[in-house]
């Protein structure tokens, strides 16, 4: 065997020891890490209360998103939508927040963050017409046609579909804080630095919020029954 090695094995292999010391320290003492580790709130978040009275209408759901789960987090939302207007309730009398946490985070953000970090081998999010890691994040912008379920064909299931019909986004700032810091020490990055690329990079009209669950709380008071869609 050469012992040339291959730049694509060294980035995943220092991004999965990143993620296993990440795991180790989270798994091993959560006390210690509610106490030792305080995320820094980025600008805008500020907002995220306010932000949740937008929640309106007779039926209103919030979508858990925790891990890639094929279309489904983004599929639910549209079903959603589709059979409450086919028994009387039009969208704009509809409420659905889809929070986007631990490993969903991802698919907050834009292309360029997928292809340069890995995102789809990293989060174990497979693009949904080539079946292999994605490069892209396939429910921003999707093509007519990326979509297609049997007995109904082309499904608007993209996020910026969704938002165009009232589905609101969030994502998990310490989510991005803790994965961020991981794929900086796996890399040898400032996680700073890092985590401001990534929150850079947040799609528009995705509101980053404290944490998922607190946000899931937060729609929740609000009278949103829940969906799991991981």
Request: hydrophobic share 45%; net charge neutral.
């Amino acid at each position: 065997m050469s012992n040339s090695t291959n730049p694509r094995r060294d980035f995943l292999g220092q991004l999965a020891t990143g993620a296993a010391a990440l795991g180790l320290a989270t798994l091993a003492s959560p006390l210690q890490l509610q106490a030792d580790f305080q995320p820094a709130l980025p600008a805008g978040i500020e907002g995220a209360e306010a932000w949740f009275n937008k929640i309106r209408g007779k039926h209103r759901m919030v979508v858990d998103v925790p891990r890639p789960h094929e279309i489904f987090p983004f599929a639910w939302p549209r079903v959603f939508l589709l059979t409450n207007e086919a028994t009387g309730t039009p969208a704009k009398d509809c409420s659905i927040v889809v929070v986007l946490r631990h490993e969903a985070i991802p698919y907050a953000m834009e292309d360029k963050l997928w292809e340069k970090y890995k995102f789809g081998e990293v989060f174990k999010a497979d693009d949904p017409k080539t079946k292999a890691p994605s490069l892209r994040n396939p429910f921003w912008k999707p093509k007519m046609g990326d979509f297609q379920v049997p007995g109904i064909g082309n499904v608007d299931i993209g996020i910026d579909q969704l938002q165009e019909s009232g589905v609101m986004f969030c994502v998990c700032n310490m989510a991005l804080t803790v994965y961020s810091a991981a794929v900086a020490g796996g890399m040898s990055m400032d996680p700073a630095a890092l985590k401001a690329e990534w929150t850079a990079g947040i799609l528009p009209g995705i509101q980053v919020v404290p944490s998922g669950v607190w946000a899931i709380g937060r729609a929740q008071e609000r009278n949103c029954a829940y969906c799991f869609a991981g």
